[in-house]
């Protein structure tokens, strides 16, 4: 699928960095991002010092990109879940509403089942959220067409052959 350039508008920022703040308290993360699939960075709630947020974004929408191309050589039409344990830190990665990836990531003071349990959850609270502003959007897009159309909208191909007839 390809993915426009997401506008996110004041009063739905405002509810997405609810959820992710809640999410990351209630799931005892240590930092929530939310990223689009071109891997821009929507909104953040954590523990920021010594990480860097914009490659941090631009790789997991690498790593689900990739992902996506592995469900697809399987026969799946993706895999909404990823899961990456490290030493110190742990990684869930979920895709939300087919274009938005949320990922937590996570330390021994939290649990993949937590975690799971939270990011369920929160993801049917962002869901309708990313469908408003997307239909928001296309209201804009479709605003602005109609107030800038073409000088030559009402000009036809019969008024163009005549042109080169005369």
Do not use: C, W
């Not at 993360?29 to 939310?34: D, N």
């Not at 790789?59 to 879940?81: Q, Y």
């Not at 993801?123 to 990313?130: D, G, R, V, Y």
Request: no cysteine; proline share 1%.
């Amino acid at each position: 699928m390809a993915v426009r350039d997401l506008f996110i508008f004041e009063e739905e920022y405002s509810k997405l960095n609810s959820i992710i703040g809640r999410l990351r308290e209630e799931a005892n993360a240590k930092v929530v991002f939310l990223v689009d699939k071109n891997g821009q960075q929507i909104a953040v709630d954590g523990e920021l010092h010594n990480l860097d947020t914009t490659s941090l974004a631009s790789l997991t929408a690498g790593n689900v990109a990739a992902t996506d191309g592995l469900a697809h050589l399987l026969g799946e039409k993706e895999f909404t879940i990823l899961f990456h344990e490290g030493e110190r830190d742990n990684i869930h990665i979920s895709v939300i509403a087919q274009r938005i990836i949320l990922v937590v990531i996570f330390d021994h003071r939290s649990s993949l089942g937590l975690v799971r349990l939270r990011v369920k959850k929160a993801s049917t609270e962002l869901t309708p959220i990313f469908e408003t502003i997307l239909q928001k959007v296309s209201q804009k897009r479709e605003a602005i067409k109609k107030k800038f159309t073409s000088p030559f909208a009402e000009i036809t191909d019969e008024d163009i052959e005549n042109l080169f007839q005369s």
